[in-house]
């Protein structure tokens, strides 16, 4: 236990030393069906950034999500995080980027227990063993985000459509900023999102519960029912919506569901109104960038885009 | 609200909490309450709260907790790991005393519907897949940016996913509560910390 002496916060440079000209890029599963548009925009911005995408779809899904609800024992989950990032280190011995919290946040959280506990690290080995996999732990799990920011000079220097005045704020997610150690920024007040719509030409907005989380963490409507939900989400986006918050980011298809799905549900309950669209960061940088709208996939959103878009003057581009 | 019969405390209730050993600092907690000081869901109800949890296991008051209603409202933001003085991984202590309480025939309902996903993703290799039309409207979303129509997820994925969860024992395990709750044999949950506490309704009908 070294609680008060191990340093929490990592700086950018420290925690990749190196910008990578390869990696391996995580499908989430909520990303590729509820906004495809997720995916397609991280990988338009890492071409940009002349950075080489590796997929395989041996990969499965991380298992963290229904875990975290205690859907099923823990073993499974172990092994399918070895069997996962142990493929990704005997085929590619690339590092895993996810583009979502919950792949994240589970991946990270699981492969610490595999690398700590060495009776787990065997039974997933001796499980994975029979297809030919074997996970060792030399690799590591990282966001893209964190190379949104190592690399935000390049993607300043390549804006296209400045998103000038906009008024934007960020939702972190908690399977990021929770993590105990290794996250880019500080737990409770992290601004590293904040300077990426500075750089894209945006006016960055802190609200009070910018820091709150999403209320999807685990099992919206199953372990915990509308009625903790709602009102939470309320809290925050009353918090937002005083602000003068357009536009809202994540970094996390599961909290892009809860923020943005859940705003017209909560006015049956007498809460809001809200409209204030959801978005990723991938999605926001692409657009800077001058990805063709229609290749973003805002028409997956359930609160529309469409409005900060016609502000900005880009739909008739 | 009946008084807690010191008879049917659990001295080794911990010791089963923590059935993989993840948390083995429990002993440490400070009883600070940093984590419910921190905690969203403690903030609009006050009968949630991390720190009597926490103390309610290591105290082995076994009977109140695992039949509480309250222990299944954490979202699990980990908001409370993060500022626990002590690294106390509560998330990770949360995830086994739902275990115990659903071996122990409480809470089901919050648990086996969820379950549906998890069947589909043995199948189908990810996780919350939709029925049919959601299924369209997703291709039809996919297609309109311009990628493949459905995520690329090899028969070899699926088939190794769906094994592993066989030869762990995971499919029996989640099995056999869903029999419980066929059976009709599902115990009912309560409030459990709200002795004389005064609540906002609007947040507690069900
Ligand atoms: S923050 Fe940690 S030490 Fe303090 S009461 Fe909570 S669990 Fe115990
Ligand atoms: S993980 Fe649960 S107990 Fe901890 S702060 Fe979040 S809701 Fe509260």
Known sequence: MSAMTQNRVVKAHERIPEIPEKIFLFRSCTGSMEYPGTEHCVEFVLKKLGIEIIKDADQSCCSGYILTCSGYPAEPSLAVTARNLGMVE?????????????????????????DHHPEYKKMANDLIGQWGYHYEGNSHVYHV?????????????????????????????????AQQYGILDEGDLPTFHEEIYEALGATPVFFKERRMCCAYAVGRGFTHPENVVQPHLARKFDSAKEEGVELMTTTCPGCNVALDREQPKLAKRGFGPYDIPVIDIGQLIALA????????GFNANSTPVEPVLKKLGFLND | MPRENMTEWDNELYQKVDRYNLVPNLEQCLQCGKCTGNCPVAAMHPS????????????????????????????????????????????????????????????????????????????????????????????????????????????KAIAEYGAIFEQT???????????????????????????GRLIDERYDTE
């Open chain 1, 90 to 114: 005997q085929r590619y011995g690339l590092d895993t980027y996810t583009f979502c919290n919950g792949c994240f946040g589970y991946n990270t959280e699981l492969k610490h227990i595999l």
């Open chain 1, 145 to 177: 985000q964190e190379l949104w920011y190592l690399l935000l000079d390049r993607i300043k220097e390549m804006v296209v459509r400045p998103l000038t005045g906009l008024r934007i704020a960020s939702h972190y997610g908690c399977h990021y900023l």
């Open chain 2, 169 to 195: 024992g995971a499919v029996d395990w989640m099995k056999a509560l869903d029999e419980v709750q066929a059976k009709g044999e599902e115990k009912p949950v309560k409030l459990s910390f709200m002795g």
């Open chain 2, 48 to 155: 949630y709260n991390p720190r009597q949890i926490v103390h309610d296991i290591l105290a082995g008051d076994s009977d109140r907790i695992l039949q509480s209603e309250e222990i299944w409202r954490c979202m699990w933001c980990a908001n409370c790991y993060r500022v626990c003085p002590v690294d106390i991984h509560y998330p990770l202590l949360m995830m086994q005393l739902r275990y115990l309480a659903l071996e122990n025939g409480y809470g089901l309902k919050y648990v086996t519907p969820i379950n549906k996903y998890a069947y589909r993703a043995f199948t189908g290799g990810l996780t919350f897949i939709p029925g049919q039309r959601g299924v369209d409207k997703i291709k039809g979303l996919r297609e309109g940016i311009g990628v493949e129509p459905w995520p690329k997820v090899s028969e």
């Open chain 1, 289 to 296: 960038l001058g990805a063709p709208i229609e290749e973003i």
